[in-house]
């Protein structure tokens, strides 16, 4: 499976982006996927995870305001982000995680949230 992840860039607070995330190769193997965020001297953490049959879940910190969706044919996986903050900013990497237990990474895309 290989990721490309999109979307990120620089946004003043309040502000919406959605990052894209296209999934090549063996995606028939995919059991879930997800997004995740680092900040420099920080664990990836989870921010949402969507799963073959539909069902999401986020950290409490974007519930309400991020929304995870997989498009029909489970090519490309989104994360809608509205009202940005501050404390959003950091790289977001998205994840698949395959029926044999293998996870694979896209490469980072960087949310910026400044005034």
């Known amino acids: 499976v290989q990721l490309q992840a999109s979307g990120g860039g620089l946004v003043q607070p309040g502000g919406s982006l959605r990052l894209s995330c296209a999934a090549s190769?063996?995606?028939?193997?995919?059991?879930?996927m997800g997004w995740y965020c680092q900040v420099p001297g920080k664990q990836r953490e989870l921010v949402a995870t969507i799963a073959s049959g539909g069902s999401t879940n986020y950290a409490d910190s974007v519930k309400g305001r991020f929304t995870i969706s997989r498009d029909n044919a489970g090519n490309t996986m989104y994360l809608q982000m509205n009202s940005l903050k501050p404390e959003d900013t950091a790289a977001y990497y998205c994840?698949?995680?395959?029926?044999?237990?293998?996870?694979?990474w896209g490469q980072g895309t960087l949310v910026t949230v400044s005034s």
């Open positions: 190769g063996s995606i028939f193997s995919i059991l879930f």
């Open positions: 994840l698949a995680r395959t029926n044999r237990g293998r996870n694979f």
